[in-house]
């Protein structure tokens, strides 16, 4: 079967950073995603992982460990723009793009 | 500027009907994916297309149907339109990962009620 586990909600402060984990198990892996979505709006693309290490652009890095299955999304100096869900998703070898449910963050000013 | 657009943002149906959603994106994109998004379940593929008239099942393809005539095009079919296919449905594509960029790119979304 296919896993993605995330965290259903989270809470940070504006400024601070909040790291939002993702652990997969999925049919063959060919890289994950991280995707950001506002209420009512679509989805838009963070980032993209396909090899173990962190990968940083702008105030977003994105970790990856295939050998633990195990993503994190790292968000610095928040901003209230920043309140949205994160989805976490995995491209399997069927080249199928699978998602978790979604972490709620809520930011507090 | 990257393009997928689906028909309607907001749609209602009545029980039984035969329901169509389109999708079209303007990037050559191979891969295409239906999703549904409901609360507290997150994005669920539906189906997925990589080529032309090419098809296969994601996890929930029971009550629907695709086609793929067109590399632009991708169609959701409701057969027959329950209340429990109430739900936004989310059409997104993608180049073939060997192209070197593999992010999914979504349309807005269509609201669709079943009453």
């Known amino acids: 079967g296919q896993n993605i586990d995330q965290p259903t909600e989270m809470t940070a402060t504006e400024g601070a950073i909040v790291q939002i984990n993702c652990t997969y198990q999925?049919?063959?892996?060919?890289?994950l995603f991280w995707y950001q979505q506002h209420a009512g709006e679509a989805p838009t693309f963070l980032s993209y992982n396909v090899l173990d290490g962190l990968e940083e652009k702008g105030r977003f890095s994105s970790f990856l460990s295939r050998s633990k299955g195990y993503s994190y999304l790292l968000l610095k100096e928040l901003q209230m723009k920043d309140s949205a869900s994160y989805l976490c998703a995995v491209l399997n070898r069927d080249d199928k793009i699978i998602f978790g449910k979604g972490t709620r963050l809520h930011i507090l000013p | 500027d990257v393009k997928v657009t689906q028909s309607s943002r907001y749609l209602v149906k009545r029980t039984g009907e035969k329901v169509f959603l389109e999708c079209v994106q303007d990037m050559d994109h191979e891969n295409m994916f239906w999703y549904r998004q409901d609360p507290g379940l997150g994005l669920r593929l539906i189906y997925f297309?990589?080529?032309?008239?090419?098809?296969e099942k994601g996890d929930i393809p029971e009550g629907y149907s695709v086609s793929r005539e067109k590399k632009e095009r991708f169609s959701l079919i409701l057969e027959s339109a329950s209340t429990n296919q109430t739900s936004m449905y989310l059409c997104?594509?993608?180049?073939?990962?060997?192209?070197?960029?593999?992010?999914?790119?979504f349309g807005q979304g269509t609201r669709l009620t079943v009453v």
């Open positions: 297309s990589y080529d032309v008239k090419m098809k």
């Open positions: 999925t049919s063959g892996f060919n890289g």
């Open positions: 997104a594509s993608s180049p073939y990962p060997t192209q070197g960029r593999t992010e999914a790119f």
